[in-house]
């Protein structure tokens, strides 16, 4: 996405909200206690869909039974695949302060394979990047994570991946832009 293409979908006045967006924008900041902002200001055109979005959001990003640095791994790891600046600029700092090294953000955001990965990095790198690029994930792959995560960290991952996806395309699609003064972290990948 071009730093200066058009966002498709900005925010709504709220002088031109439906009473059924009105009810979603008073139902986020009950959840979240925040305004709705980044992927959040083009889903409200579906307020049903925002808010049962949210409300998967909200356990995958608090309540997963992966730590913080891995959640935030994964995270980084869809925004990646997906080119989602807004996410990754969203998610960088938290992964940074849940602990993880920045050499691994750095090779991920370059499109590289991370060279010193903690042995749980490497199991969920190899998950979430074979699910992305393959459209499924081989048997060794999907022991490994079993054995380290169990069936709930894997099933928790690969719900990361696929929230984390949803967001990004409906921010490609519609263009949504990075908060002001910040710069895009990600290049396209060329595959």
């Known amino acids: 996405m071009s730093g200066s293409a058009q966002d498709r979908m900005p925010p709504i006045p709220p ?25 959040f200001v083009p889903m409200l055109r579906s307020p049903e869909v ?13 309540k997963s039974v992966l730590p913080p640095r891995l959640s935030e791994f994964a995270i980084l ?11 990754w600029d969203a998610h960088y ?3 940074m302060q849940a602990g993880l090294h920045p050499d691994v953000a750095a090779a ?11 042995e749980d990095e490497e199991i969920l790198y ?17 022991q490994r994570a ?7 960290g894997v099933i928790d991952a690969i719900g990361i991946q696929g929230y984390y996806t949803l967001l ?12 002001d003064g910040h710069t895009p972290a990600l290049k396209p990948l060329s595959r």
């Open 15 to 39: 002088d031109k909200l439906t009473d059924a967006q009105k009810k979603a924008v008073d139902e986020f900041r009950a959840a979240r206690n925040a305004a709705v902002s980044g992927p």
């Open 50 to 62: 925002m808010n049962r979005a949210r409300a998967m959001g909200d356990y995958l990003r608090y």
């Open 77 to 87: 790891i869809a925004s990646r695949e997906w080119t989602q600046n807004y996410e």
């Open 93 to 95: 700092t938290l992964a």
């Open 108 to 118: 991920l955001a370059e499109g590289k394979r991370p060279a010193r990965m903690a």
């Open 126 to 142: 190899n998950l979430c990047t074979e699910l992305h690029r393959t459209k499924g994930v081989s048997d060794a792959t999907y």
């Open 146 to 152: 079993v054995a380290k995560f169990g069936e709930q």
């Open 168 to 179: 990004a395309m409906v921010m490609n699609a519609a263009r949504t832009p990075l908060p």
